[in-house]
């Protein structure tokens, strides 16, 4: 496992918060720890990136590091997509209290295969590529409130 800290000013930050956006975008994250730090040089946010490295390493291609946009109204069919576009709701509101940015919660991507999901357990959601134990225990409750009929615990 490798470790990668970023430090991005509070000010000017978007060529920052870029380069990290690509780290994440291009590696298999573990962890992730954001601490706000106060001195006489500024104000910075601190990322520490716990990752076993590249996501892709076996492909030699460069567009393994790009994102690609993807549609998912255009992907998932309409049933699929509203659960989808509740789930990112409750991302945002749940990205707002801890004061994350969405994508550490939950990626779109996650998001959609969570959709498409007939239970939402804990066991069903760490078989997701990318969700590991914490997060599914973290927020398999929140994501089965969010749609009722997914609930493994039928009212």
């Keep these: 496992m490798q470790l990668k800290i970023f430090t991005i ?8 918060v870029d380069e990290m956006n690509r780290f994440l975008r291009s590696h298999r994250i573990v962890d992730f720890d954001t601490q706000f730090t106060n001195t ?4 910075y946010w601190t990322y520490s990136v716990k ?3 590249k996501a892709d390493e076996s492909s030699s291609s460069n567009t393994t590091s790009l994102a690609v946009k993807v549609d998912y109204s255009k992907v998932l069919d309409a049933a699929t997509f509203s659960r ?3 789930l990112r709701i409750m991302r945002k509101k749940i990205a707002d209290d801890e004061a994350v940015r969405a994508y550490i919660v ?3 991507a996650e998001l959609a ?15 997701i590529h990318g969700v590991g ?3 599914a225990e973290k927020y398999a409750v929140k994501m089965s409130e969010t749609i009722p009929e997914t609930s493994p615990i039928k009212a």
């Design 51 to 53: 990752h076993l490295g």
């Design 9 to 16: 000013p509070m000010l000017h930050s978007d060529a920052a």
């Design 40 to 43: 006489k040089n500024g104000e």
């Design 106 to 108: 939950f990626t779109d």
């Design 133 to 135: 134990e914490k997060r």
């Design 113 to 127: 295969e969570v959709a498409k999901l007939k239970e939402i357990t804990v066991a069903s959601l760490q078989t």
């Design 84 to 86: 989808f576009s509740s």
